[in-house]
């Protein structure tokens, strides 16, 4: 079964909380979720593996681990899933960048997918699937399941906040994917939006409306 991860780290949580504030504007939100899907990359890397190498130092050899070289693949929904790419590129900077355009019928609330290009070896890659905003889990399951239909086996899935709902939805559709999350919020109002949430994630990053 898979898990989810919140991440309680003080620095995530202090600058959650200033995305969430209404008055924060596009150029400061854009770069508050840069900064905090690094750190959330940080976080999210804790069990890569690791091969031990000998260095010279300057006064000995030095028996020292570098990764071991998994590959990585980061897959953002479109579009606000662009806003967390360039956080984590910073500290995984060899990772390949699959997109996949997806938006939410503002009718049905089913998403709708029109976008896809991943790439070549994503079955040999570790992904994680990357969108700020988890509400009614639709967007993430269909993503997820696209996903596996091209191959991929091993999948994460980050957001920056999480419904109850979006959680249950991707669990139950995907029982072997770990989330994590900056913020578990309480519920979905009548149009799915998260509550207290922070808003439309696109609009707020784009400066659209
Ligand atoms: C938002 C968000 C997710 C989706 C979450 O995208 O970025 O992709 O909604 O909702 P769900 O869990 O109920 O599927 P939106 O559809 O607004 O598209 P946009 O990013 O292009 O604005
Ligand atoms: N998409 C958003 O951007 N915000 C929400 O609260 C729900 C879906």
């Given at each position: 079964?898979?898990n989810?991860?919140?991440f309680?780290?003080?620095?995530?949580?202090?600058?959650?909380?200033?995305?969430?504030?209404?008055?924060?504007?596009?150029?400061?939100?854009?770069?508050?979720?840069?900064?905090?899907?690094?750190?959330?990359?940080?976080?999210?890397?804790?069990?890569?593996?690791?091969?031990?190498?000998?260095?010279?130092?300057?006064?000995?050899?030095?028996?020292?681990?570098?990764?071991?070289?998994?590959k990585?693949?980061?897959?953002?929904?479109?579009?606000?899933?662009?806003?967390?790419?360039?956080?984590?590129?910073?500290?995984?900077?060899t990772?390949?960048?699959?997109?996949?355009?997806?938006?939410?019928?503002?009718?049905?609330?089913?998403?709708?997918?029109?976008?896809?290009?991943m790439?070549?070896?994503?079955?040999?890659?570790?992904?994680?699937?990357?969108?700020?905003?988890?509400?009614t889990?639709?967007?993430?399951?269909?993503?997820?399941?696209?996903?596996?239909?091209?191959?991929?086996?091993?999948?994460?899935?980050?957001?920056l906040?999480?419904?109850?709902?979006?959680?249950?939805?991707?669990?139950?559709?995907?029982?072997?994917?770990?989330?994590?999350?900056?913020?578990v919020?309480?519920?979905?109002?009548?149009?799915?939006y998260?509550?207290p949430?922070?808003?439309?994630?696109?609009?707020?990053?784009?400066?659209?409306?």
């Amino acid at each position: 079964m898979g898990n989810l991860y919140v991440f309680d780290h003080p620095l995530i949580q202090h600058k959650l909380t200033h995305i969430r504030d209404k008055r924060t504007g596009t150029k400061e939100f854009r770069e508050l979720v840069d900064e905090v899907a690094a750190l959330m990359a940080y976080e999210i890397t804790r069990d890569m593996p690791l091969r031990e190498v000998e260095v010279e130092t300057p006064v000995a050899t030095a028996k020292c681990k570098v990764l071991a070289g998994k590959k990585i693949g980061l897959v953002p929904i479109l579009r606000a899933g662009l806003g967390m790419v360039d956080g984590i590129l910073k500290l995984i900077p060899t990772a390949k960048v699959g997109h996949l355009g997806m938006y939410r019928d503002p009718e049905t609330l089913e998403p709708v997918m029109y976008y896809s290009k991943m790439p070549s070896d994503i079955g040999e890659r570790d992904l994680i699937v990357i969108d700020p905003m988890l509400a009614t889990g639709g967007s993430a399951a269909a993503a997820i399941t696209e996903l596996k239909k091209m191959g991929a086996r091993n999948i994460k899935l980050m957001c920056l906040i999480a419904a109850p709902e979006g959680v249950k939805r991707v669990h139950a559709e995907h029982d072997d994917i770990d989330i994590y999350a900056a913020a578990v919020d309480e519920r979905l109002n009548e149009k799915s939006y998260i509550v207290p949430g922070l808003g439309d994630a696109g609009d707020r990053l784009f400066g659209t409306k």
